[in-house]
């Protein structure tokens, strides 16, 4: 495990320039929980699931999430500023058998703390909604097809309150020339730069360089982030060239009713940042936050995206009627098992 990560940040030195205080952080981050540590460590999963798995790599390839797991969904504004549901980092997306994206889900709900659904019935639960979307792959709408979902995502008043605490307590920096050009043409064209700030956010992404711009505009304020895009580390895992990043391509697939402010240039992703446009973090209550219903809905927010690759749907269906019932269930319990033992040398450490 030890020398997977060592091996990975070097790699990852080459792509952009890492942030030494936020991997510390992220390796502190890292003994927390084996749900924590999941989130860390995509390329560790990206290295070894396929000699874990080797009953799922040769099912049919699609363009995929990569990183998946519970709180790999957030919501946004679309252009037509109808509240959006879905999957909303797409950083490690690359082409790979479509069962890794369900098994890294269901792996995540194994992991999740005091989950109170049943590992069997969260893995039927993520292939239910998978069928589904594969079926009718369309985005989830809040204010209308999905509207039982508002209280996972309700931005009260101490959720608005914390969010501007935090923004305020970003630190005060001038990025990179391009990054700071960047971030200035992404808001609207009359607002004022207050400050830029770096930002320390996420799980995988730590070390990565991240920032804000904070603007005042027609009596409030507007942010934006700029955050560093690399290659996925499923690339990076196979060896040999590193292809480019596919993030936009899988962010603004054609079943999904994309952010018009998602962008990427010169090597940063840029993004709305706001209050009530946000990625759902569970926190330490992820697995009692999860409930079949809402394994469901990202199991059909997986399935959408993945009958995005021309011809998808009816392959994968044609493979998963020769799969026995159980075997994302049976997957999962190797990979988690499997989790487990890596963290638990990481903590020993």
């Known amino acids: 495990m030890r020398d997977d990560n060592a091996a990975y940040e070097t790699w990852l030195r080459t792509q952009c320039a890492v942030v030494d205080a936020d991997l510390a952080y992220k390796h502190e981050r890292m003994k927390k929980s084996a749900f924590v540590f999941l989130r860390a460590t995509y390329f560790r999963w990206a290295r070894s699931i396929m000699e874990l798995c080797p009953e799922l790599k040769d099912a049919p390839a699609v363009l995929s ?5 519970v709180e790999n969904f957030g919501t946004w504004r679309d252009a037509e500023s109808r509240l959006v549901w879905g999957v909303n980092d797409f950083d490690e997306a690359a082409t790979m058998a479509y069962p ?42 809040l204010d209308e097809a999905e509207t039982w979902m508002r209280p996972y995502v309700a931005c009260t008043d101490d959720d608005r309150r914390k969010f501007w605490e935090e923004i305020d307590a970003c ?7 391009e990054v700071a050009a960047n971030l200035r043409t992404a808001i609207p064209e009359s607002a004022s730069v207050l400050r830029y700030a770096t930002r320390v956010k996420g799980g995988g992404g730590l070390g990565r360089p991240r920032y804000l711009v904070i603007a005042a505009w027609r009596g409030g304020r507007v942010l934006r982030e700029a955050k560093a895009l690399v290659p996925s580390a499923w690339s990076w895992a196979r060896g040999g060239g590193v292809e480019p990043s596919r ?15 998602l962008a990427v240039k010169n090597g940063y992703v840029l993004r709305r940042v706001a209050a009530d446009a946000r990625k759902v973090e569970l926190g330490d209550s992820a697995g009692a936050a999860v409930s079949v219903k809402l394994l469901e809905a990202m199991g059909l927010d997986i399935g959408s995206i993945h009958a995005a ?25 190797v990979a988690a098992a499997a989790v487990e033992k890596d963290y638990a040398e990481w903590t020993r450490s």
Not at 65 to 69: F, K
Not at 131 to 137: Q, V
Not at 247 to 261: H, I, M, Q, T, V
Request: glycine content about 8%; hydrophobic content about 40%.
């Open 65 to 69: 999430v990569g990183d998946m797991h």
């Open 100 to 141: 890794f994206d369900l098994l890294r889900l269901a792996t995540s709900v194994r992991l999740s703390p005091k989950t109170g659904v049943a590992n069997s019935a969260a893995a039927g639960a993520i292939l239910d909604g998978y069928a589904a979307g594969l079926a009718r792959p369309r985005p989830s709408l």
């Open 171 to 177: 630190p005060k920096c001038d990025p990179p020339a």
């Open 247 to 261: 993030f936009l391509e899988l962010a603004n697939g054609k079943y999904r009713s994309p952010d018009p402010s």
């Open 309 to 333: 690759t021309d011809g998808a749907a009816a392959r994968i269906r044609k493979d998963l009627d020769k799969r026995p019932a159980d075997w994302l269930h049976a997957a999962a319990k």
